[in-house]
């Protein structure tokens, strides 16, 4: 069984405080790694999609990294509206996507 | 932009009753998925439909629900016999997949409450 785990649950940065959102997975075969960011009441906006170890994304002040057990998701001095949670999905051998529980990040400007 | 529809965005029901969700994918989409997300959990996987016929489903799509893409546009899911647990946000997606690398448009979701 696939499993996706997104740490940590919550984050809060102030304004230009860079850090990092951890994804680690188990997947049998991966076919791709997903992030995602939701804002309340909304449906998740496509970020990055990664697909081998090593793979690097960038947009703006976020940048992808994948190794075979997680993904990083890094945050560049960070603006307010950054605020969001950001999901993790896997999607394997089964070809159905996994989602963590995702990150809650707040910064606070 | 091009972006995929959900309607209604709010709906409430009796418990026992029948709801049908409707959304509109984006035009030039081949893959068609249907999640649902309660509320403060994870996003889940309900069922993929590809070339009119189902793909993918999650242990979650029993009986209880079925999918249909009654024309060129609509792409509906309908719950049959509506439960409590049943409540949630139904988020629809479609995705392209252009030289092996697949990207999913989320819509806005619909509400559904059971009452």
């Known amino acids: 069984e696939d499993q996706v785990t997104q740490s940590p649950e919550a984050l809060r940065l102030q304004e230009g405080e860079s850090s990092s959102l951890n994804c680690s997975y188990t997947?049998?075969?991966?076919?791709?790694l997903f992030w995602y960011r939701q804002d309340p009441g909304k449906g998740p906006e496509f970020l990055f999609t990664l697909y081998s170890a090593g793979e690097e994304k960038e947009k703006e002040r976020l940048k992808a990294t994948l190794t075979k057990k997680e993904s990083f998701l890094h945050i560049t001095a960070p603006k307010p509206e950054d605020s969001a949670t950001y999901l993790c999905a896997v999607s394997g051998g089964s070809y159905i996507p996994t989602f963590g529980r995702g990150t809650s990040l707040i910064v606070h400007p | 932009e091009p972006e995929v529809t959900q309607t209604p965005s709010h709906q409430v029901t009796q418990m026992g009753q029948e709801v049908i969700l409707r959304c509109v994918p984006i035009?030039?989409?081949?893959?068609f998925y249907w999640y649902r997300q309660i509320l403060g959990q994870k996003v889940e996987f309900l069922v993929s439909f590809y070339n009119n016929e189902i793909s993918e489903k999650s242990e979650i799509f029993d009986d209880q629900f079925s999918v249909e893409r009654p024309d060129g546009s609509n792409f509906t899911l309908k719950i049959r016999s509506t439960k409590l647990e049943d409540s949630a946000m139904y988020f629809c997606a479609s995705s392209v997949t252009i030289g092996g690398k697949e990207t999913q448009y989320f819509g806005p979701g619909t509400r559904l409450l059971v009452l």
């Open positions: 035009s030039n989409h081949l893959y």
């Open positions: 997947v049998s075969g991966l076919r791709g």
